[in-house]
């Protein structure tokens, strides 16, 4: 049994995540496809299109067999700690024989070199002088690598490139799970023409952000009745035919509003002290003091990333930051958990094929197989100090905030979902 891995948001999923799972079908016909896909907030410190449950759905719909959960320690985190956290997930898996992953960069070897390159010692040496000097780590990353490589310097600003770079780098400390590359066609990760082909995720989600923002106060009214012929059918020429129904049905008031964070955040802010924000993840340098600015000279939540936003801390950064105060996520507790790794495989979906997997997972014991969450964590459990949680229930603790707090950014939410009451979906 052959087993392919793929580290994905999938949000939503579109034509760019269905080729690549016929490309690697192509490769390795009959290879069982198994998906670690981030849980109700993505990388990048936003709140998933639509939740968890519902994008594993469709990646099966998509061709995927099996979707576990990135837990969202690992999820709502820097590429490195992204890609880290599933490789890391999927090598404890004990079945995993490839990951297969997009870039834009057509070169394996080339990716290879640069990922390389960032681990010498000359170049984490030189990295963490810059970073004291006041340099982004992107920034200074991108410019000692190039250097060091011998590479172009414009491959490093590319986020399928950086991710590749990142999966290539946890790919040396993981022997037996073997690269695939295969190379992105269509619009690039930041192109935002809706009408491209493959248009991207992010000309998707802007596209829907805009139509939403337009109708906000239209509750009951659907989405795709607020765009135009154009738009959908830039959509029809984009997504599977599964995706594009689910947007087809999602009301605009379903959709993830930021800005409900807004308050939360100034009450918060208000009755925190800086010695409690300073231990949060993320906040060092005196980052908390110009959130504080912010919040006070801000009115929206869009604004106050634009007005946090530096060179020094990226906007993908300071959401995540956010996000984190939110959830009162300390930089010690995220330390333990990179420590200890993924601790448990949360099965969201599954496929017919998917199952067979799931037995020989199960029959490994490599890690435990969470299909309800009461039988690793109780309600009353989460309700205590995290600190005073086993390793496992405190990453699992995390991903059942990080669902409910999603849930409060949707002003909308027909059928609540939570973590202690919806199974995983098992497709025949």
Partial sequence: MHVTGIIAEYNPFHNGHRYQIEQIRQTYPRSI???????????????????????????????????????????????????????????????????AFGAECPSLVTLKTIAAAIDSDAVQRQLHERIKDGASYAQALTELTATAADADATLLHEPNNILAI?????????????????????????NQDISATNASATAIRQLLHKAAVATRAADGKLLASQLTEHDVHALRQSLPPASLESLQRLAVSQLPDHDRLFLPLQALMLRTDNQTLCKLAGINEGLENRLRDCLQTTTTYGE???????????RSRIARTLIHLMLGVTQ??????DKAGPLYARILACGPRGRDLLHRIKKAETLPLITKTSAFLTSPQRAQSLDTLSPLQQQLTLDTMATELRQLVTPQINKKRNDFQQPPRFFS
């Fill in 33 to 99: 496809v198994i998906a670690v896909m981030s849980g109700s907030f993505v990388q990048r410190g936003q709140a998933a299109l639509f939740d968890k449950w519902q994008r594993a759905e469709l990646a099966i719909a998509g061709g995927c067999d099996l979707v576990l959960e990135l837990p969202f320690a690992f999820s709502c985190r820097s590429a490195q700690d992204f890609a880290r956290g599933g490789v890391r997930l999927l090598a404890r898996l004990g079945c995993v024989d490839t990951l």
């Fill in 166 to 190: 990142e999966y290539l780098r946890a790919l040396e400390k993981t022997p037996g799970i073997k690269p695939l590359l295969i190379p992105r066609v269509g619009a690039s990760y930041h």
């Fill in 304 to 314: 106050l990333l634009a007005a946090a936003t530096t060179k020094r801390y990226p």
């Fill in 332 to 337: 010690t507790q995220l330390d333990a958990i």
